[in-house]
């Protein structure tokens, strides 16, 4: 991923924590702490197993059912292993059929291939801006370090461990 080593006045830094269960069950009754003040999701599925779609349609219902319908929660439905293609087992008709109904953004990934994996990240941070400056109000759209989200604002997300310089490392939140 890239990382801003200076800033301009078309760049909006985003530092993202991401929780990643991993879709296990052991996991799903922390499900609520990990979703409760969450700006997004990315919810995976493998093209290859359809169990795993089956999944994900529970963990959407679960994650509107947490955080409700007023705010939509910007989710990402990504199948992974788009490289083992000839081995598909999730209909991709019914993926793109599920992710409108749910208002939810599709896209394949390889993790194997580094296929798209930036993208998901780009996209998903891209679509809880837009939603924070929703709710916030146009003129006054604030993101959390402070900088007003424009539109023609670059977005750069941070390596792990980094921290913009202008962020204050002991703030919270």
């Known amino acids: 991923m890239s990382s ?90 019914e993926v793109l059929e599920y992710a409108q109904k749910v208002e939810a953004l599709h896209l394949l990934v390889s993790a194997k291939m580094a296929i798209n994996i930036e993208k998901v990240f780009l996209e998903l941070t891209r679509r809880m801006m837009v939603q924070r400056k929703k709710r916030i109000g146009d003129k006054q759209a604030v993101n959390a370090f402070g900088g007003v989200v424009g539109k023609k604002q670059k977005l750069v997300i941070l390596p792990p461990g980094e921290v913009p310089p202008t962020v204050n490392q002991n703030s919270c939140c």
């Open 4 to 93: 801003a080593s200076s800033s301009s006045k078309n760049q909006t830094q985003v530092k993202l924590s991401i929780w990643d269960t991993a879709g296990q069950e052991r996991f799903h009754s922390l499900g609520p702490i990990y979703y409760r003040d969450a700006s997004g999701a990315v919810l995976v599925y493998d093209i290859t197993d359809a169990s795993s779609f089956i999944r994900v349609q529970s963990w959407v219902k679960e994650l509107r059912k947490m955080v409700g319908e007023a705010d939509k929660l910007p989710i990402i439905l990504v199948g992974n292993k788009c490289d083992l293609e000839s081995q598909r087992q999730v209909d991709e008709t």
